[in-house]
């Protein structure tokens, strides 16, 4: 993520500021469910950084690890055993999830009221429309809003640049961006010229999951 304000270039410190917002919301959130199914290296890291982020603000992690064979219909029914857990206010499903898995069926089965993913249809349809506010929003790109919102970065009126069109990170990202007043546009691999429209950029935030995407000589700073 880059920025043309204030005439300078910065790092911004994310780990900091997220140390800083888990003090902040310690004891806040009791019972949150990390669903996992199977055994990807990067899905057990994530799981493994969301557990643990857990255990430090105070929050009781439920652990649903579920083979990487299990049926569709048993992943669902798990589901809803948790949305009936009164002791689990939150519900995630770590995705990819196998692709014997229709993800969009077990991501609608999750109570919208404890979607904290951001992800169930109702959820991600709301942050869509104009005038209208999801009860939850994804983790990931409500972060990248948040780094630059607490690094006094300004948003309304820029020309911001969403690097991928993912659904977990790249379009939402660039629908809160547009929420929050920027001028959006998305540059994804049927894009002509991407370098310049990203040269032309305020504010870049590269979503496309592949490392070095966008270069120095594409930044262009004041």
Not at 69 to 81: N, P, R, T, W, Y
Not at 96 to 119: A, C, Q, R, T
Not at 123 to 146: H, Q, S, Y
Request: contains cysteine; negative net charge; aromatic residues 2%.
């Amino acid at each position: 993520m880059a920025s043309q304000s204030d005439h300078k270039a910065a790092i911004i410190d994310g780990k900091a500021i997220a140390q800083t917002i888990r003090n902040e919301i310690a004891e806040e959130v009791p019972g949150l469910a990390v669903v996992i199914v199977g055994n990807r290296k990067d899905s057990q890291s994530y799981v493994s950084m969301k557990r643990k982020a857990c255990a430090e603000v105070a929050i009781k992690s439920f652990d649903i690890d579920l083979p990487e064979d299990v049926s569709q219909d048993d992943l669902i029914a798990k589901v809803h055993e948790l949305n009936a857990n009164t002791d689990v206010r939150g519900i995630l499903v770590q995705l990819p999830l196998p692709k014997h898995i229709n993800e969009e069926k077990v991501l609608s089965e999750i109570s919208i009221e404890k979607d904290v993913d951001g992800f169930h249809p109702l959820n991600i349809g709301k942050l869509a429309m104009k005038g209208r506010e999801p009860l939850f929003l994804p983790c990931t790109p409500k972060g990248c809003l948040e780094l630059l919102s607490r690094s006094g970065i300004s948003i309304e009126g820029k020309k911001a640049v969403v690097v991928g069109r993912s659904n977990i990170v790249g379009f939402p990202v660039s629908l809160l961006l547009l929420k929050a007043d920027a001028t959006v546009t998305v540059v994804h691999s049927h894009s002509h010229d991407p370098e310049s429209i990203i040269r032309e950029a305020d504010i870049i935030i590269a979503a496309a999951g592949q490392a070095m995407m966008v270069g120095s000589s594409q930044i262009v700073v004041p």
